[in-house]
Nanobody
Framework: QVHVVESGGGLVQAGGSLRLSCAASGSIFGINARGWYRQVPGKQRELVASITSGDITNYADSVKGRFTISRDNAANTVVLQMNSLKPEDTAVYYC???????????????WGQGTQVTVSS
């Protein structure tokens, strides 16, 4: 079993920045990717950014140039740096840990409990 914990959400004004962290523990052998997703009520959860153990990154078009995903191997943590935040970035942000083959998540994946990000106008 893999335990995933997010931290770093909060309230920020438009144009501001937040930094989210995703820590994974447990049976992490075989995990080669982490992803950040977000969800607002009534909508599907959507990919924000992902990163593999080979540092291959993928971003949603809506966040390119504003968000950066990176890995801290020593801490087994993945960080999402969010700059130039907009009200439409408001959502619950979830971290996903698992295995990616190509552009597809395969096998078991693990989700954190989510962290709220609110951007005021």
């Amino acid at each position: 079993q893999v335990h995933v914990v997010e931290s770093g959400g909060g309230l920020v004004q438009a144009g501001g920045s937040l930094r989210l962290s995703c820590a994974a523990s447990g049976s992490i052998f075989g995990i080669n990717a982490r992803g950040w997703y977000r969800q607002v009520p009534g909508k599907q959860r959507e990919l924000v950014a992902s990163i593999t153990s080979g540092d291959i990154t993928n971003y949603a078009d809506s966040v390119k140039g504003r968000f950066t995903i990176s890995r801290d191997n020593a801490a087994n943590t993945v960080v999402l740096q969010m700059n130039s935040l907009k009200p439409e970035d408001t959502a619950v942000y979830y971290c996903r840990a698992g295995r990616i083959h190509g552009a597809t998540w395969i096998g078991n994946t693990y989700w954190g409990q989510g962290t709220q990000v609110t951007v005021s106008s």
